[in-house]
């Protein structure tokens, strides 16, 4: 018989809680370490660094905070800043929970409210309420034997995860009582109970901490805090079987010394660049705060504001016909009621949601200046045509566009029903163009042939292509006049960019005006529609338009 081999494939396990992580630091065979960190973004580097668990450290959130290690912040708000660090973080937390914040009873909330928040565990250290920093003054008096085992205990009954762990500190050596002391207290505070046990020094060397570990015999985990012996190398702690070392306030102080050195850097030279390289960067924070994360879920979970299509002028003629008033810029920027007539072309735009803007500009191009619009040249505008510099654009043809000329006025409702117009290249086509300027000879006009004349019956509006556009179409057959603007789809787009380049490929680009452009497409079977408007419009050629300009506002 064969072997069946299994495809059953593993189920994939849910990470262990944070207090069973803790607990397993604890209990390994290795020698683990805990990282100092005092709020969410030091718990974030720590954890980056590769720390498999935090120390909370009573003094370095104390100093983070501006007071003293002396329970000057209360417990609630310790609780605060740890459940930034947890939230921040997926390693867990030992927290330096001082003395219990009073007696069993604080002890007993403040467990409760540490598991509620995802904390591993808590140290608490065999002294009074309110505590003193260990390294301050000599022979603190310490708490008696049995009330703190009392706390203990009722820590222990307490948590609200069976692996949540409660670390005894043991004092007695700092306070001048002895080995003996120290042994007999962590032994008491086993019995209570204890996860670990905690012994503090504050000699230079290790010979105690080494003396104790030897003593113990490993009955139960050992934690150290090796701050005045950091000289010792970590393989001495190692070989005494030491359970976890705690590298208890080194983010705190390289921070302080950090932000030191910069703060009066930045003083004495009233200057940012001698710091800009040795601080970190700017996306550095965003990196660390998870913004990309943000990004997705908006994504995920934020309406879509579908923004609307990119825009592109062609404003680089000077309008000679304007004589005086283009002398100092195009007719673009011509003054119509007190504002150019490109923001107000801008405006429009904006207003259909339209926030890409592209203008090309040629004549005087550097007084075509106005903010958040995007600019290219066509430097070549005394001997192009429009062509050749909706070519200069070229970059921004993709997607969809809306292309118009940059002298041209139109009522607002012209552009949505043309953005929403079906076809991939359509030109808004003026049915009443004969109405629009007695003397048909006073403008230069796009005359355009659709596959059908305007009608006005309401249910007559399917789609009408573009047959012919000219300057020179044969009246009888033009049914509207172009007015400078279309609109292009993705596809259309592209379809324009590739004709832009075949012609550039001929030679044909430079003189031809969009006419041609237009022509050529047709005559290529591309997409090209009408949408009839009737009147609303004007283009600003000459001083009698620039009159109706200021009329039609
Ligand atoms: C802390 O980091 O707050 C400690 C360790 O309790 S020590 O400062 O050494 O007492
Ligand atoms: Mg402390």
Redesign the pocket.
């Known amino acids: 018989m064969r072997a069946i081999k299994s495809e059953t494939t593993p189920i994939p396990q849910p990470a262990p809680s944070k207090f069973r992580q803790l607990r397993e630091l604890l209990v390994s065979a290795e020698t683990e370490f805990l990282m ?1 960190a005092h709020n969410g973004i030091s718990a974030k580097i720590a954890e980056e660094s590769g720390f498999k668990g935090i ?1 909370a ?4 959130i ?1 100093a983070a905070l501006g007071v003293r ?1 002396s329970n000057e912040a209360s417990w609630t708000q310790v609780l605060e800043v740890l459940e930034f660090m947890a939230d921040a973080t997926k390693i867990p937390i030992l927290v ?1 929970g ?1 003395t219990g914040y009073g007696n069993f009873n604080n002890m007993r909330r403040a467990v409760q409210k540490l598991c509620q928040r995802g904390i591993g565990g808590i140290c608490i ?1 065999d002294k009074l309420f309110p505590k003193t ?3 301050i003054g000599e022979g603190q008096p310490l708490a008696d034997i049995d009330e703190f085992c009392g706390k203990i205990k009722a820590g222990k009954d307490s948590q609200e995860d069976p692996d949540f762990s409660i670390v005894a ?1 043991v004092e007695a050596l700092i306070s001048g009582w002895g080995m003996e002391e120290a042994l007999k207290r962590a032994e008491a505070y086993r019995k209570a109970g204890a996860d670990g046990i905690l012994i ?1 020094s ?1 000699r230079r060397d290790a010979q105690e901490i080494l003396t104790f570990l030897k003593e113990w015999a490993n009955r139960s985990p050992v934690v150290i ?1 090796p ?1 005045t012996y950091y000289k010792t190398p970590t393989q001495e702690f190692r070989d005494a079987k030491t359970s976890v070392v ?1 590298w ?2 080194h983010n705190i102080r390289a921070s302080i010394a950090a932000m030191r050195e910069v703060s009066r850097r930045i003083q004495r030279e009233q200057y940012l660049g001698g710091v800009e390289d040795e601080i970190a960067t700017v996306d550095d924070i965003f990196r660390l705060a998870e913004n990309d994360e943000l990004a997705q879920a908006e994504k995920r979970y934020l309406p879509t504001t579908k923004s609307g299509p990119r825009a592109i002028i062609l404003a680089a003629s000077r309008g000679n016909e304007l004589g005086g008033l283009t002398e100092h810029h195009p007719k673009c920027m011509i003054d119509i009621r007190g504002q150019p007539l490109l923001r107000r072309m801008v405006s429009t735009l904006n207003e259909e949601k339209i926030r890409e803007i592209a203008v090309v500009r040629g004549y005087k191009k550097e007084t075509v200046n106005l903010p958040s619009i995007d600019y290219v040249d066509n430097d070549r505008y005394m001997v192009t045509g429009e062509a050749a510099t909706l070519a200069c654009a070229e970059k921004f043809l993709k997607g969809e566009c809306v292309l118009s000329y940059g002298d041209i006025l139109f009522r607002h409702y012209i552009l949505p029903l043309l953005i929403e117009s079906e076809g991939d290249i359509v030109l808004a086509v003026d049915a009443l163009w004969r109405e629009r300027d007695p003397d048909p000879h006073s403008h230069v006009r796009d005359l355009v042939q659709g596959s059908r004349a305007f009608k006005t019956h309401y249910l007559d509006d399917g789609p009408v292509t573009v047959q012919r556009i000219g300057r020179d179409l044969d009246e009888d057959n033009v049914h509207g006049e172009w007015i400078g603007l279309a609109k292009l789809s993705a596809k259309g787009a592209e379809r324009v960019k590739a004709e832009l380049a075949a012609m550039r490929a001929e030679g044909s680009l430079d003189r031809a005006d969009l006419n041609m452009l237009f022509s050529r497409l047709v005559a290529g079977s591309a997409d090209v529609r009408v949408l009839y408007v009737t009147g609303h419009w004007l283009d600003v050629d000459n001083a009698t338009d620039l009159e109706n300009a200021q009329k039609f506002l």
């Open positions: 100092e120390w450290s009573g003094l370095s104390s290690d330096d001082d250290e920093n260990s390294f500190r503090h504050k805090v701050t705690i208890a306030n």
